[in-house]
């Protein structure tokens, strides 16, 4: 049986494209359903059930690492969908990395900077905010790179789907990564999750 630690399953929609992260006991209930269209992992799961008091056999069901889902129809502007922003995939997008200083931090160590301060109207989105460790964001103070004469040192990006489902996952099976992978459009992440 698998236990809590199992790796998650990568939920595709019946056209190919990543929708998310599923534990093993959702995909379950999916294949049970028979609501799984496809599925293209290399990685497969054994569940053992209970066993049949008619035949004395025990029940099993295997689980792919990737599967389609029945109903999930391809999203219409798929690579237009703007992904979440939170710190831990900020930080990760940018591989831990200070985009003013160039030196890696733990999380703890870093903060959302807004390029565009939000006190001189600045957003707070995936374009406008990059990685800094504390030093950095308060010699920046509320203060554009350039005012502050700190040039960065990446262009920050939105992640498309698959990029985002890369970033929020720590524990992607070979086969998922390579298949998300391939959806990949900015070649810094490529190169940092390669390296992870």
């Known amino acids: 049986m698998l236990g809590s630690s199992a790796p998650t399953i990568l939920r595709l929609d019946v056209a190919g494209q990543p929708v998310s992260w599923i534990a093993w006991q959702d995909a379950a209930c999916l294949y049970v359903k028979q609501q799984v269209a496809w599925e293209i992992g290399e990685t497969e799961f054994r569940i053992w059930g209970g066993v049949s008091r008619i035949t004395g056999l025990r ?4 689980i792919n690492s990737i599967i389609a889902v029945h109903g999930d129809v391809a999203q219409k502007h798929y690579r237009s969908i703007v992904p979440h ?3 831990r995939e900020l930080f990760r997008r ?6 003013y200083c160039g030196h890696q931090y733990p ?6 900077d807004h390029i565009v301060p939000r006190s001189q109207g600045g957003s707070d ?7 800094a460790c504390k030093r950095c964001n308060t010699a920046k103070g509320g203060r554009t790179p350039e005012e502050a004469k700190m040039p960065l040192l990446a262009v920050p990006f939105v992640p498309n789907p698959a990029e985002y489902l890369a970033l929020k996952n720590r524990r992607i099976l070979a086969d998922q990564m390579e298949f998300l992978k391939r959806q990949f459009r900015h070649e810094r992440l490529m190169d940092m999750l ?3």
């Open 85 to 87: 922003l939170t710190n």
């Open 94 to 99: 940018d591989a831990s990395l200070c985009m």
């Open 125 to 131: 989105n995936w374009t406008n905010v990059v990685a």
């Open 59 to 62: 029940s099993t069901l295997t």
């Open 194 to 196: 390669a390296s992870a």
């Open 107 to 112: 999380d703890g160590e870093l903060t959302r």
